[in-house]
Each structure stands twice: as C-alpha cells, then as structure tokens.
C-alpha cells in the first residue's frame, strides 16, 4: 500500500510539472485540485495532517489565481472546507471554524454545491461539538440533515442524525432524542436494506449467469452427443449397405 502512495505522488509531481508554466484558469484549477490529491496523499499515507494541511494551502493558493470569478469561488470553496477538515483533525476547532465560515461567505448554494454546504454545516456541527457547544452544534447538525435529505446525502444524514440523537441524550432531552433516535434507525435500517437488496440483486444475476453458462455447457454436449450419434449412425448405414451388396 505505501508504493500505491508513492506512485500516485510521483503521477502528481508529473502533473504539475506538465503544467507549471501555464497561467490559464484550467491549469490553474487543475494545479489546485493536484495539490488537493498530494495533500490527501499524505494523510493516508502517514496520516500527517501538518504535511496534508501544507499541500491543502497550495491548492487554495493556485485556485486563488483563477480569473473567472464562479470558477474561483466554487475552488476555493472546497479548498476552504478541506483546510477546516484538516485543522479540525488537528484539534485546532477555531480555525477549522474560521475557515468553514470562509467557505460559507463564499455562498455555495449560489452554484450548486448542496453537498458541499452539507459537508459545511456538518464539519461546523463536528466542531462545536469538540469544543462542547452543544446548542451550536445540533443548530449546524439540523441544517446539514435537512439539506442532505434534500439532496438524498445519506451519507451525511446519517452521521447528522447520529450527532443530533447524542447530544439531545447528553442534554437528558428524552422527547427530541427518541424524535431523532427514530430518524437515524430508520435511515440505518433503508440504507441497510438497500444494500442487501443490492447484494441479493448481485448474487442473483450471480446465479442466473451460472446456470446460463450450465445451460449452454449442457447444450453443447447434448449437441455433440448427437453429432456423434449421427456419425456413428452413417458408417454403420454405410457399411450395412456394403455388407448387403456382397
């Protein structure tokens, strides 16, 4: 695994060495997302987030370059959520704050990245949560389960509802922690059905393509079978007729 790391940041240090003289908004975005990849590199890597954090900064700063003013804002949007994902790793939650609500004023709703405010508000709610304001954290929980509902992020809904059910426990609210008990094990119970229905799906074209597969198998023989019969049947006839001329 680590000569997979090693070869993906070789294929990066290529990338941007292909593309270092151009000043175009493409290349300028395409260094930013290179650099995204070599930070997420190092965090899998060795998991230094010091290190992933130095690359994240880079990206922002060629996506800071970018001209095209929507271009930018969407760039730097991601950027500034990635850098919040890394401080808030680092245990350092008013940065990771700081930069969330930078990605915010960027208004992400303005160009269509739901998912990504979603991950906003589910970062800021992560945060206060680490920094045990509590009421904080269930406000940005809230927003980011209605948003990822909306947008069918079962992914982030679920980690929402989870950190809304446990902070109204911790708070001793039992009427609105059964209220989102309910929300996440139904949720947890779709998407666990969704997913032995698509393993049921899978065995059974599984199955179905075996049995195919038998089934031509079996053709074939069956098929061959009757050639020999055939041919056997012919030299007989033939030799019988021969037999019946002497």
Avoid: C
């Amino acid at each position: 695994q680590l000569g997979f790391y090693e070869e993906a940041n070789n294929t990066v240090d290529i990338g941007l060495q292909l593309i270092k003289n151009n000043n175009s908004d493409e290349a300028q975005k395409s260094k930013g997302y290179l650099y995204t990849v070599k930070g997420e590199i190092f965090n899998k890597k060795s998991d230094d987030q010091n290190k992933a954090l130095l690359y994240l900064k880079k990206s922002g700063e060629e996506f800071s370059k970018i001209k095209n003013i929507s271009l930018k804002n969407k760039s730097l949007i991601n950027a500034y959520s990635n850098y919040a994902v890394a401080y808030a790793a680092l245990k350092k939650t008013d940065s990771a704050i700081y930069y969330n609500q930078l990605a915010l004023q960027l208004n992400p709703k303005k160009y269509a990245l739901d998912n990504t405010l979603a991950f906003i508000y589910m970062g800021l709610g992560l945060t206060y949560k680490e920094k045990k304001d509590t009421d904080k954290a269930i406000s940005f929980f809230i927003k980011s389960a209605k948003l990822s509902d909306s947008i069918k992020a079962v992914d982030i809904s679920l980690i929402s509802y989870k950190n809304i059910r446990d902070l109204y426990d911790q708070k001793k609210d039992q009427k609105k922690f059964i209220h989102f008990a309910k929300k996440y094990s139904t949720l947890k119970d779709s998407i666990n059905d969704a997913t032995r229905t698509k393993m049921d799906d899978t065995l059974k074209e599984i199955v179905e393509k075996k049995q195919e597969n038998n089934k031509k198998f079996y053709l074939k023989i069956i098929l061959f079978l009757i050639a020999i019969t055939i041919f056997l049947f012919v030299i007989w006839f033939y030799g019988y007729n021969r037999l019946k001329r002497i």
